[in-house]
């Protein structure tokens, strides 16, 4: 059993003839027989999803069930009156408010004059004057949408929209915004200043 | 590599003989003894074996295998001492903690390792092959030993093979439960080094829905693991793993490999035969080698340095009243003339690069920000002129890079002159943390002109090094004047 030389010579090099290991082999073909089917089933025919189809799958079925929570829970005052009454919910809102808001607003919501004397550039949420109006599902949509300038109401700066935050977190800020209203803190932007140019 | 001087002398390199009339087939050079002529395996079962170097073995076997099952449990401070958290992209390294950013530190580390290997195996051969390898640790130190436990020493268990199934099936199928028992211990711990152990074992007392991938990975790897240290075991090591490959290239004549000393043992024969070399022909070497060769053909590709022939023929040796040493670690030179050189040029360019790479590794950490400030661009208008300001609006990026809890303090630097407002002036961020603060930069329009940057500085106020401070800064845009 000497292991078989063949007859041909790479320049004077010889070379045996051993079978390779079955398993060698086997796993070979197997693979070949799967990257058929792999490719059949994901190029030729699309039955399988490629990365880019399975995503926007994923993205179509989330959309659906964000719509579908929607339907069921829909947006109302009462709804935000509730969610208002909701200790928790408002401290998350609280939290939120903090992170994203105060640039404008300042802490406390009054868009009070900063150390270099400066007015903050959002509305003062504390007092009686509501550019857009202050029923919960309006200050929910200022804070979801968003809002346009419109001199012709009093509001030169516009406001952010918010959406990209998550519907839940949009709540949670309507939540603690709607505990704001009227607590009319001290040093708050006065209403005058919303029609002067920021 | 596979020459010896003593290749020629015909008789006793024949791959096949008669023993007792049955056709014995024997290693050699022109095959792999593991696989038969028709393409099957021929499952080697090697002899038990005693000596020094098993010794040596089983000693670091037991610490491997310790620090491998209890290294995930270890804390530091208050992260695992190593957790290569991909998820969360973060890496914790014996009190170090990093994130994706510092990724470009890991090809540091793996050269530095790579090129102590090369060192080593230049030096040594493939010594971690038969010392340290997961492979010959688990399979020579745990799986082999058990299967012995159950089944029988070499001859058992090679008679156990041709058994017809009845005979064999209780035996054989509890040595495959307790394998495949093992083999998911493994597979557990390993992913204990890429998940956080509350986690791991939140997920195995769970239903395996709510972790998927680690229950499909754990799967896998448990099966794979079954099928090599039951089944596959040196053909990994021969016809898989490229480090056994790379071996050749890294070699050299001064390499200590284990080897035969053909000048001492030849010409073989029986211990009475005057004339006749140190070797008897016993077939020992080749009785304990778990890769199927044999050694007296010289250094081979199979060959993972585990030392068995070695202790084996010492051991025969011994009984003979004979130098042990026939079969040892020397180098080719070493056998050849007795002369054994370390110093040289490979060893030298190989650790040069070993250093270069364990250097630069320990540079980058420790050279390291202990948090990262950087003023980024708010996205949408590059400026705008309002009220006779030049408004710019960046982001502050902050990430803490060290292993607690930081406080950062945001202030104003320049431009002089500049309004800056600054949306939360004081930070507190968990390791890892990172957050953004939005910060807007108003120039007096009469003041503002091309090159002027706006710059924050960034105060760590409680770190244990002392107060640690960042400048970021960005270039403010305008209208062009």
Redesign the interface.
Known sequence: ???EVRAHTFDGIQE?D????????WTFYLACIFSIGYWVHYHTLGTGDVPYESYLKEQRAAALALEEEMKKNPVTDERLEQLAANEAFVTEGQALF??NC??CHRENGGAGK?E?G?WGTGANLTDAKWIYGSEPTTIYQTILKGRNADPEIGSFGGMQSWEHLGIGSVLRLTAYVMTLKGSDVAGGKPPEEYAK?? | MSETPNETAGDVHK??VQKNKKVV?RP?V???FS?N?????NVIHPADVKGRFQRYKHLLWIVLIGVYLALPWIRIGEHPALLIDIEARHFYLFGYTFNAQDFWFAFFFVTGLGFTLFVVAGLWGRLWCGYACPQTVFLEGVFRRIERLIEGNAQARAKLDKAPLKAKFWRRGLKMVVFFLIAALISHSFVGYFMPTEVLLEAMTSSPGLHPTAFVFVLVATLILFVNFTW?RE?LCI?VCPYGRLQGALYDADTLLVGYDNKRGEPRGPAAEKGSGDCVDCYRCVAVCPTGIDIRNGTQLECVGCANCIDACDDVMDKLGRDRGLVRYDSQRGFETGKRRFVRGRVFLYGALMLLGMTMFTLALTRRHAFEARLVRGPGRPYSV??ESVHNIFNLQLINKRSGTRTFHIEQLGPEGA?V?I??TDVELESLGTVRV?V?FYVPDADFKAGLRAELRVTCTDDPDGELERVATAPLLGPSR
């Open positions: 059993m000497t292991a045996f051993n079978r390779l290991p079955n398993w060698w082999l903090q992170q105060v640039l900063d270099n400066a140019k920021q | 791959p096949v087939r050699d022109d095959t792999l696989i002529p028709d393409g099957s395996r596959f053909q016809v309002e009220q309004r407002v949306a939360r939005p807007h």
